[in-house]
């Protein structure tokens, strides 16, 4: 597929989710992806190769959840110009953790992935996209300190691993945002009392016929 048609695609996915992206964010999205196919050569980002199918898997999936997003964002009632605090987890080549920050401005993205070379992708994409909100971690989600607002992930590992390893990081009034398929009700049967769900999200991804959905959670004190 040419380069004209994806971004065609891009324009109409991003128009069908409201999103209201200017052609200079349209532009850094397809600079993105083009990011992705240059380094996933070298370095194995994903298992996805065929750029029609990174479009529709990775970036409007991504793009799917960023309206929940800044729906989160807006309730936090911050000041103006007091930056919310995202940490994405385990985010490989940068999905969804690049896609939210050029979304949302306001928010500084800290992407953590225990692949050195994945982090190392994340900082250069960081560099070359203009993104001075975007941040590459090579660590361990579990070495993290946080306090971050929102923890999030896409498809990373099971509620329960997904809180436990990043419950040091989250903030006291924190949320957990975790991209899922199929609604995991068994996942989510399997958390602790330290864990609340309080939203599951289904999600329409444009162009893709699968079912997708945001499990929100938040963490529950011992005192409560």
Known sequence: MSALKLRTQ??????????????VQIDTLMAFLDLLQKWNKVYNLTAVRDPQ??????????LAAVPALRRHVDSLGKQPGERVAQLDVGSGGGLPGVVFALCCPEVDVHC????AKKAAFLQQ????LKLPNLKGI????????????????RAF?????FSTWSRAAIAPQGTWLAMKGKRPDEE??????????????????PGLDAERCIVWMKPVSKTN
């Open 112 to 115: 953590v992935d225990t692949v």
């Open 157 to 161: 590992a099971s509620l329960v691993d």
């Open 10 to 23: 891009l324009e109409q996915g991003a128009q069908q989710l409201n999103l209201g992206l200017g052609a």
């Open 188 to 205: 989510m049967a399997a958390l602790g009392k330290d864990v609340a769900v309080f939203h599951v999200e289904p999600l329409q991804v």
């Open 53 to 62: 199918e990174m479009l529709t898997h990775h970036l409007l999936d991504s």
């Open 138 to 153: 090579h660590a361990r989600v579990e070495s993290l300190a946080g306090p971050y607002d929102i923890v999030s992930c």
């Open 125 to 128: 994409a960081a560099v070359s």
